[in-house]
């Protein structure tokens, strides 16, 4: 199973159009927010079957998108979060927190514009995996590089990450 992720390509689609045609054929687009309206037309780029799992940023002002979202991906419960209602950009520690007392697996979230990927291990406690694909449009992070994520489940039902820049 091959999952895209991305997050705040806020409406200059350019590189995402360009990174769904080179991953094509995906089981499953994830967008984390601030896509800003271009979450009607993205469906039309992605391959048919493609399963598509979008929420809503802090930017997406007239959208009818979820806030968040509870999904299954494999055998991962995975979060679907912008973030800003965590207070991602001072950090995930509170949305660690939410994740954990919540019972999921994953929890993704955008907001942030930098790439970020971390095992999340706590004594007693089922891993945490916690991850931002950062930004297509408008990078944040050291050398600001358009930047997505490319989740794969394998033969054996194990999730595999790959952090990818344009």
């Not at 409406?11 to 309206?37: C, Q, S, W």
Request: aromatic share 8%; hydrophobic share 35%.
């Amino acid at each position: 199973m091959k999952i895209l992720i991305v997050s705040d390509t806020h409406r200059r689609d350019e590189n995402l159009k360009a990174v769904i045609e080179r991953t094509k054929p995906l089981d499953m687009f994830i967008h984390l927010g601030d896509a800003e309206g271009s979450e009607h037309i993205i469906g039309t780029w992605v391959n048919e079957g493609c399963d598509m799992e979008m929420i809503l940023g802090n930017n997406n002002f007239f959208s009818c998108l979820d806030r968040e979202k509870d999904i299954m991906i494999g055998r991962y419960r995975t979060l679907l979060t912008h973030g800003h209602c965590y207070n991602v950009s001072v950090g995930a520690e509170a949305l660690k927190r939410e994740a954990r007392a919540r019972g999921f697996d994953i929890a993704m979230y955008g907001h942030t514009h930098r790439p970020f990927y971390e095992i999340d291990k706590k004594a007693g406690d089922k891993d945490l995996i916690v991850l931002n694909p950062g930004s297509l449009s408008y990078p944040r992070q050291d050398g600001h590089k358009p930047s997505f994520m490319l989740m794969e489940i394998d033969q054996q039902g194990e999730a595999h990450f790959a952090l990818n820049f344009l």
